[in-house]
T-cell receptor
Framework: DAKTTQPPSMDCAEGRAANLPCNHSTISGNEYVYWYRQIHSQGPQYIIHGLKNNETNEMASLIITEDRKSSTLILPHATLRDTAVYYC????????????FGKGTLLTVNP | SAVISQKPSRDICQRGTSLTIQCQVDSQVTMMFWYRQQPGQSLTLIATANQGSEATYESGFVIDKFPISRPNLTFSTLTVSNMSPEDSSIYLCSTRAEDTKGGQYFGPGTRLLVL
């Protein structure tokens, strides 16, 4: 599976949009981009995934560049409860369905 | 999405003892996974458990230390054997998420402290 690079930390003001970048320049054609978050002392929570088209759900939007070498997770109106470590993972979702977690980005939403 | 529960939620154990962690899913699932998260670190996959077959362990993890059972499609256990303080971690189970093209849903984790 392709490796991802994320900034170690980011800050965001409450009510503003949080834009979390992820670089995955070695992604291959059959690999999906997944985003998870882990709020302190809880299990990781699935947020969204995409292949090449932009995706939106009730939690967030995922913007994938045309060359698929990077993506951005957007939380449109961040709240204090969105403070968490956000993980960007690239995986083919193949028969082994393994997910390799990197260090992620610690997003701190400030009042 | 699947609802996953784990027991115990936390425990404090003495070195040399063993602890069995249970993972229960509210629906039948083909694949279950066990992860370890050491203090301040990210998640590391221990093994993949399919019902009716032996678990597949990742590099650095062995069956004698982390035996896994998968007796049916909704349940699995992970045993941490002959524990040492280095085994102090959060242990998480997860299931394949059929609606996410290869993603997973996670349980709340079991926080283990070994003295």
């Amino acid at each position: 599976d392709a490796k991802t690079t994320q900034p170690p930390s980011m800050d965001c003001a409450e009510g503003r949009a949080a834009n979390l970048p992820c670089n995955h320049s070695t992604i291959s054609g059959n690999e999906y981009v997944y985003w998870y978050r882990q709020i302190h002392s809880q299990g990781p929570q699935y947020i969204i995934h995409g292949l090449k088209n932009n995706e939106t759900n009730e939690m967030a939007s995922l913007i994938i560049t045309e060359d698929r070498k990077s993506s951005t997770l957007i939380l449109p109106h961040a709240t204090l409860r969105d403070t968490a470590v956000y993980y960007c993972i690239v995986s083919s979702g193949g028969s082994n369905y393994k997910l390799t977690f990197g260090k992620g980005t610690l997003l701190t939403v400030n009042p | 999405s699947a609802v996953i529960s784990q027991k115990p939620s936390r425990d404090i154990c003495q070195r040399g003892t063993s602890l069995t962690i249970q993972c229960q899913v509210d629906s039948q699932v083909t694949m279950m996974f066990w992860y370890r998260q050491q203090p301040g670190q990210s998640l590391t996959l221990i093994a993949t458990a399919n019902q009716g077959s032996e678990a597949t362990y990742e590099s650095g993890f062995v069956i004698d230390k982390f035996p896994i059972s998968r007796p049916n499609l909704t349940f699995s256990t992970l045993t941490v054997s002959n524990m040492s303080p280095e085994d102090s971690s959060i242990y998480l189970c997860s299931t394949r998420a059929e609606d996410t093209k290869g993603g997973q849903y996670f349980g709340p984790g079991t926080r283990l402290l070994v003295l």
